[in-house]
Every structure is written in structure tokens, then in C-alpha cells.
């Protein structure tokens, strides 16, 4: 007998007697928004791809409050494969929090995270599983070398990945956008994915100290059913996301190193000038030929004026970086249905 084997026996003995204490190799967690025709395949290939390989596992769909047949297909599924599991929205709430709420419940000694659509090859979990076991990484990111999507999008996609390897120091990188990852647990339990952060999971495992990455070269289906839920809108929001990311690793916990700094030089450059200007005004009362008058000076508004923002930037900049960073509505979700 196997030790994956004799893992697998043990897992199903601890379901029964233990429910509250499993051992589990695999959590595959997939994020859904209206893909009720490619799930019945999807399932039924990740269970034939576990069962060849003995795997103890649990696929754990996240439904983003599709307005389809989702979820009906989902209760199907359950009721033949008791290693499937739902959360389903009350709502749409995107991509990052789905992920960030089937992270928080995964059980499974590696998370496996795929898309819905069938782009993603569950023939890959095995060769994941064993990067993540036997090599040491703590996170695997798969690369879709060659795409099947139209040049609106790898085009795009390739510059955003070029700036997203420069801004997180991860070299080794070629897509960080992949849906197809793999994790060690103790990483996914020690991240927090909001907005739409699930682009840069990799440099967000990085920020909490889990450098180990490493990446592989996945097969990338062309789309079956359906048509995307992207538009170009995301590439825009995505440097946007990468500004934030960066910004909070390099000052996120300290503020005021950089809200400091620069209301602080804005309020120096100001004063020195409002000390010029009145420098000028008594130099002008003394003289009978030289008059200077601050009210008609547009020096004396800009001098003042940058000491007020100066002060406004030091106060309220890192004060609502700080307010929004730690909201503790920010990922509260509605939660229709678990089971």
C-alpha cells in the first residue's frame, strides 16, 4: 500500500468518525459567474484525474452570484460526487472575493485554484500537487505559453505581465494573471485577496513572506461555452491594482514615511516662500521707490497655498489609506447557500 494510498483510507475513516478533523490532499477551489454548461464536464474530469491518482480531495465551487442554472447544476453534482461543495453569492461580487472565500474554508493540503470554463486543464493537479510536496514551492503559477485568446487580449496581457514582473521583483513570472495555480495551505490562510488582487496573488504570497514561487508550463483550451466575462476594462484597473499592491508593500505599514515626507516638503517649500514674500513686503516699506503688495502677489496665494496642502496631504492622505486598508466591511460578503 501507498502512502498516498493509505492517506486516502485514512482521509474517508476520519470523514466518517471525525468530521471535524480531515486529512486532505487537494482542495481545488473554482470561482463561477454563469457556466452551467461546462460544469458537469469540469467535474467530472477533476474526479477522474483524483481517482488515477489517489488523491483524497474536495472541489469546492464559489458561486459569484450567476443568474443561470449554476447553481441547480452544482446540487446535481453533490448529490453524485459528495466531494463537491458550494458557496454560492447573494450577488455578484467579482473574481477576488470568491477566491478569497473558498481560501478561507479549503481544507486540503494543497489548493488547486482553475477557472470554470474549461480554459484550464485539470490534468495538470497532479504534476502541481507534486511541485508543491516535493519540491518545496509554496506557490505554483501556471503559464498559458501558447493562448487561444484574440491579439486584443494576449497583446495587452503581455505588457501588463512585463510591468507586473518589474514592479514585483518576481522574475521568473510570465503570467500572473493565470487562474490556474496551485499553493501550499498555509499560504492561502495567510493572505487576504479583496478587489481585485487576484491578479497579483503571487505578489501578495511574496509581501507575507512566502518566496518560494515557482511556475509551469499549463495547456490553455480555447473557450467551449460561453464567452468571456472580461472586457478590456480590467487592464486598466489592473495597473491601477499593481500601483496600490505597491504601494502598500513599500509603505503600507508605515504611512507616514511617504504621506510624512511629502506634506512635510510641501509645507516647507510653502513657508519658505510665505517668509520671502514678507521679507519682500518689509523690504518694500522701507524703500521709497520699491513698493510690493502681498494681496496683489499671486506668490503669496501659491506660498499658502502649499503649506495648506502640504498639511491636508501629511493628515488626510495616509488617514484614509489607513481607514480603507483596515475597513472591516471590506470582505463581507452575502452568503446565499453553503453547503
Known sequence: MT???????????????????????????IPLYNEEESLPELAQWIERVMNANGFSYEILFVNDGSTDRSMRVIHELAEKNPAIHAISFSRNYGK?????????????????????????????????????????????SGWKKKRYDPLSKTIPTKLFNATARKVSGIKNLHDFNCGLKAY????????????????YIPYLAKN????????????????????????????INGYLDLGTLWFQSKFGIKPMHIFGLLG???????????VTVLILKIVSMNSSTYHFYLTNSVYFYLSLAFMVLGVQFFCTGFIGELITRNSAERNNYLISEEF
Not at 492517506?7 to 474517508?12: G, L, R
Not at 501550499?184 to 491578479?199: A, F, L, Q, S, T
Open 3 to 29: 502512502v498516498r494510498t493509505l492517506k486516502s483510507a485514512i482521509f474517508h475513516l476520519t470523514a466518517v468518525f471525525r468530521p471535524n478533523y480531515i486529512i486532505m490532499d487537494i482542495s481545488v477551489v
Open 96 to 140: 477576488s472575493p470568491a477566491l478569497n472565500v473558498g481560501f478561507r474554508r479549503a481544507q486540503g493540503d494543497v489548493v488547486i485554484t482553475m477557472d470554470a470554463d474549461l480554459q484550464d486543464s485539470p490534468d495538470e493537479i497532479p504534476e502541481l500537487y507534486r511541485m508543491i510536496t516535493e519540491d518545496g514551492y509554496d506557490l505554483v
Open 184 to 199: 501550499r495551505n498555509e499560504v492561502i490562510k495567510h493572505i487576504e485577496v479583496y478587489g481585485d488582487m487576484h491578479r
Open 208 to 235: 507575507a513572506g512566502y518566496k518560494k514561487i515557482g511556475e509551469k508550463v499549463v495547456h490553455h483550451q480555447a473557450r467551449k461555452y460561453g464567452h468571456t466575462k472580461f472586457g478590456l476594462d480590467r487592464f
Open 264 to 274: 512635510s516638503l510641501m509645507f516647507l517649500i510653502g513657508f519658505i516662500a510665505v
